[in-house]
């Protein structure tokens, strides 16, 4: 496994982290003991980056990472956020000292390397939330500050208040509206970019080749990307995709995760899974070199104009980049 450094100024994390949403069963049925093994992997792998959030599964995410990091704590750069959900108020500064308790106590510690506001609170100043997070840090509950999905205003009256080390924004193939003016922000003000859904919620792995291939209860089915027409059309770039990685004796998956680590070194990608023979595939990743011309190609297959849909519905998207 490779390392980068997180912002200018944060810990050094793998090139490849873990996406812990899927412990608490968004993607369908999750084991916890295959979930628990899946960060043990990941430690051995040397992917000590560990992402959940205390909306998971309410709190069911966290309460399994903590179990998989007791015995390996210090090993570990830990990751969670406040803040999501979609609930007005949360940004208040009343609530995030006790978000953030409730969290340490399911994580089973006493700091978070790294605490994010997983969205904006449109009901209150940025520079009130992130005035209350710099107070955990000051108490050393927290290490690092973090935002995700916030836009580029935003993101400096917050770095203003107290340095931001880390946006998280989805990014992918399918997702490149950072490259317009988020990414030149926070290299402007050299905070590093945590790529989620890097894999396009699964979309860019190549299993779902059909409409069919998705449960019928998949939440995934309300995305405007996976719907009819848009799906067969994305369908058909991925199986472009899957052309150029054969070529490279990958699979597609890995093709696009190893795309998405060649846009920077300040961009870390943190591929989601709750299954270990997942996680091996996504750590090899980081490992594959592709060439100028190899970019170049699939940029082309996978430009922006040709993925059919938006990533999230309309509620969805009126909380993203705000």
């Not at 570990?76 to 979609?86: D, I, N, P, Q, R």
């Not at 904006?120 to 100043?125: E, L, Q």
């Not at 170049?296 to 509620?315: F, H, L, Y």
């Amino acid at each position: 496994m490779q390392y980068r450094r997180l912002g200018n100024e944060g810990p050094t994390v793998s090139s490849v982290g873990l996406g812990a949403m899927s412990f608490a069963g968004v993607y369908g049925d999750a084991e916890d003991a295959e979930s628990v093994a899946t960060v043990s992997r990941a430690l051995e792998l040397g992917i000590i980056f560990i992402d959940t959030a205390n909306i998971y599964g309410s709190g069911h995410s966290e309460a399994v990472v903590g179990r998989a990091i007791a015995d390996r704590r210090a090993d570990v750069v830990l990751a969670t956020k406040f803040g999501g959900g979609g609930g007005s108020g949360l940004g208040k500064r009343d609530k995030v000292r006790p978000a953030l308790e409730e969290s340490l106590a399911r994580l089973g510690t006493d700091y978070v390397d790294l605490y994010y506001l997983h969205r904006v609170d449109p009901s209150t100043p940025i520079e009130e939330t992130v005035g209350a997070m710099a107070e955990l840090v000051s108490a050393g509950l927290v290490r690092y500050l973090g935002l995700s999905e916030a836009a580029p205003e935003t993101i400096r009256r917050a770095h203003a208040t107290h340095p931001i080390t880390a946006l998280q924004t989805e990014y992918s193939l399918f997702s490149r509206e950072p490259e317009d003016a988020i990414l030149r922000t926070t290299r402007e003000l050299g905070i590093g970019f945590v790529a989620y859904s890097p894999l396009g919620r699964g979309m860019l792995t190549g299993q779902f080749q059909r409409l069919e291939d998705l449960p019928a209860d998949d939440w995934r089915r309300s995305v405007p990307r996976w719907q009819e027409a848009n799906f067969e059309s994305n369908a058909r770039i991925v199986a472009s995709l899957e052309e150029i990685a054969r070529r490279h004796d990958i699979t597609a998956a890995q093709l696009a995760l190893a795309w998405v680590l060649h846009q920077g070194d300040d961009i870390v990608p943190i591929p989601g899974t709750r299954r270990r023979v997942n996680l091996e595939a996504n750590a090899a990743a980081a490992d594959v070199s592709l060439t100028a011309e190899d970019l170049a190609e699939i940029k082309e297959v996978a430009s922006p104009d040709r993925v059919a849909g938006a990533r999230g519905a309309d509620a969805y998207m009126a909380r993203v980049n705000a």
